[in-house]
C-alpha cells in the first residue's frame, strides 16, 4: 500500500476506532472468551468489529449510538430489513406455544410446500439448519443416488464449511498450479484423501471443465455450484457455460447441484428460473428462514427417496435436533407470503439502477472498477481486467477495498468486507442515491492517492 493510501486507511480507522469506543471496549473483553472476539469470521472487519445494539427496518444501530444503512443484510438473508413486523407478530405468537418439538409441525408442510411449487428443480424438500448442513446433505445424496464417490467444485466457489467443499475456495494466488486440479486445502491437516476425491474446475471454461469431468466421468457423482457466484461479487455464469455443464451432467449421469442459498432471491423460483437451466437438486439457506438458523436441499422425486424410512431406497439417515423448527418454519412462511411478484421487479430493476450509476461514477472519474452483479445483487472490484473466474477476480486490489470499505462504513453504510451487497424490498432510490453519491466521494481521493 503506497502513502497516500495508507494515509487515507489511516484516517478512516481512526474516525472509526473514535467513534465506537464501547465496541472496542465489547471486542477486547470477547477476546477473553472467543478466538477473535466473535463466532463467526465473517463478522470481522478491521480494526475490530461494531457490536449491535438493535436493528430495524434498513438500519442497524450499535452500542456506541451509531446508525449504519445496512446493504450486507446478513449476507443478503434480511430481504424484508430488520425486524419486519409481520415477522415480529409471527414469532411472538409461535414462542408462546414452544420453540422446539420431537415431532413435526404444520409449518414444516407449509414452508415445503411453497418452495416445491415455486422452484423448478424441486419435488420434495428438507430443512436443515445452515447452507453448510444443506450442501452437506445434498453431496450425500448424489453420491448414494449415483453409487459414486467423486464430486466436483469450482475454483472459488464456497459452499459452506464441510471439509469436502473446503477445498480450493480461498487460495492464494502464490499457491496456484497452471491447472485447478488437483485443489488446494483451505487449512493445514486437512486429508489428503479429500483432495483426490474433489475435481476442480475453472469457471466459464468450457474446454478445460469437459477435460477435468470427462477423465473422472466414471467415478464423479455430482457437480455443486452457485449459478450467480457470491465470492467474485454476484457474478452471474456465463449461459453457455452454464448450459453446458447442465448438458453434459445429463448425458453422463453426473448429478448437477445448484447452490443457490444466496441466488434464491433473484426471483420467485431463484437463479434457476430467471436463466431457464434446471439442476436436479437446489440447496436454500438465507431468505427462506426469515431471519433466523435456516437451510434446505430438494430435488428430484427419486433423489429424496433416499432420505424417506418407509421407502425400500431409503440409505440416508438424516437427522438434526433443530431440523424444522416451529420458529423458523414460520417466519419462512411469513417471509416467502410478502415476496410478490412486484418486489422481485421493483429490488431488481434498482439492482440495475445502482449498477449502472456505480459504473458511470467509475467511468468518470477514471477509475478502473469492474461492477458485478445481478438482480438485487451488486459487488464493487477494484480490478483493471474484466472478472471471469477465480483467477481474474483475485487481481483486485486489497489495499483500496479496504479503504472504500472503511470510508463508507464512517458514512454509516455497510457492505460486506469485499465491497459486495443486496437490496431489499424497503429501499428506494433515495438509499441508491446516498450510495453513489458516497462512491463518488472516495472515489475522487482514492484515484489522487493511486494515480
Known amino acids: 500500500m503506497n502513502e497516500k493510501l495508507k494515509n487515507l486507511l489511516d484516517l478512516e480507522n481512526e474516525k472509526y476506532i473514535n467513534k465506537t469506543k464501547n465496541s472496542y471496549i465489547k471486542h477486547q473483553t470477547s477476546q477473553d472468551v472467543m478466538p477473535g472476539g466473535n463466532t463467526r469470521t465473517t463478522q470481522w472487519m478491521d480494526p475490530y468489529p461494531f ?3 438493535n436493528a430495524s427496518g434498513l438500519n442497524i444501530h450499535d452500542i456506541d449510538g451509531n ?7 446478513n449476507a443478503t438473508t434480511l430481504i424484508l430489513g430488520h425486524a419486519h413486523p409481520e415477522i415480529v407478530r409471527t414469532l411472538s405468537n409461535q414462542i408462546k406455544e414452544g420453540t422446539v418439538y420431537s415431532a413435526p409441525t404444520d409449518g414444516q408442510f407449509k414452508l415445503a410446500d411453497i418452495l416445491v411449487n415455486r422452484i423448478p428443480s424441486i419435488e420434495k424438500i428438507r430443512f436443515t439448519n445452515s447452507g453448510t448442513e444443506a450442501t452437506m446433505m445434498a453431496i450425500m445424496a448424489a453420491r448414494s443416488y449415483t453409487r459414486k464417490t467423486k464430486i466436483a467444485k469450482f475454483e472459488g466457489g464456497y459452499h459452506g ?16 498450479n497452471e491447472s485447478t486440479h488437483p485443489g488446494i486445502s483451505e487449512y493445514s491437516s486437512q486429508p489428503k484423501s479429500i483432495l ?22 466414471d467415478d464423479l457423482s455430482c457437480i455443486i455450484l452457485e449459478p ?3 465470492n467474485f461479487g454476484y457474478l452471474p455464469l456465463d449461459l453457455e457455460f452454464l448450459q453446458f455443464i447442465r448438458d453434459i451432467t445429463t448425458e453422463l449421469n453426473i448429478v448437477l ?8 432471491r433473484v426471483s420467485n423460483g431463484g437463479a434457476q428460473e430467471a436463466f431457464n437451466i434446471i439442476p436436479d437438486m437446489t440447496t436454500l439457506g438465507k431468505v427462506i428462514g426469515g431471519g433466523l438458523p435456516i437451510g434446505a436441499f430438494g430435488g428430484k422425486d427419486e433423489i429424496m427417496d433416499l432420505f424417506d424410512p418407509t421407502s425400500k431406497n431409503f440409505d440416508i439417515a438424516h437427522a438434526g435436533t433443530f431440523n424444522g423448527n416451529p420458529l423458523t418454519m414460520e417466519a419462512g412462511v411469513t417471509v416467502m407470503n410478502n415476496l410478490k411478484q412486484n418486489d422481485f421487479i421493483s429490488m431488481n430493476n434498482l439492482g440495475e439502477e445502482l449498477r449502472k450509476q456505480l459504473r458511470s461514477v467509475f467511468d468518470e472519474i ?34 483500496i477495498a479496504k479503504v472504500f470499505f472503511a470510508y463508507l462504513r464512517n458514512k454509516g453504510i455497510l457492505l460486506q468486507v469485499k465491497n459486495a451487497g443486496a437490496l431489499n424490498t424497503l429501499m428506494t432510490t433515495n438509499e441508491i442515491d446516498f450510495l453513489v453519491d458516497s462512491t463518488r466521494e472516495i472515489a475522487i481521493q482514492i484515484k489522487e492517492a493511486v494515480y
Request: hydrophobic share 35%; charged share 25%; net charge negative.
Open 67 to 73: 446508525n449504519y444503512l445496512d446493504f450486507m443484510l
Open 257 to 264: 447441484i445448484f447452490d443457490e442459498i444466496q441466488s434464491f
Open 366 to 399: 477514471d477509475l478502473p472498477v469492474q461492477v458485478t452483479g445481478y438482480a438485487s445483487l451488486f459487488g464493487i472490484n477494484f480490478n483493471e481486467n474484466k472478472i471471469t473466474d477465480y483467477r481474474s477476480f483475485i487481481n483486485n486490489n486489497s489495499d
Open 196 to 217: 483426490e476425491d474433489v475435481i476442480v474446475m475453472p469457471y466459464n471454461d468450457i474446454e478445460k471443465t469437459k477435460e477435468l469431468i470427462n477423465k473422472y466421468k
Open 161 to 176: 464449511t464441510h471439509d469436502h467443499v473446503s477445498v480450493s475456495v480461498y487460495p492464494k494466488k502464490s499457491e496456484l
Open 228 to 230: 450467480i457466484i457470491s
Open 51 to 53: 457490536f449491535v445494539k
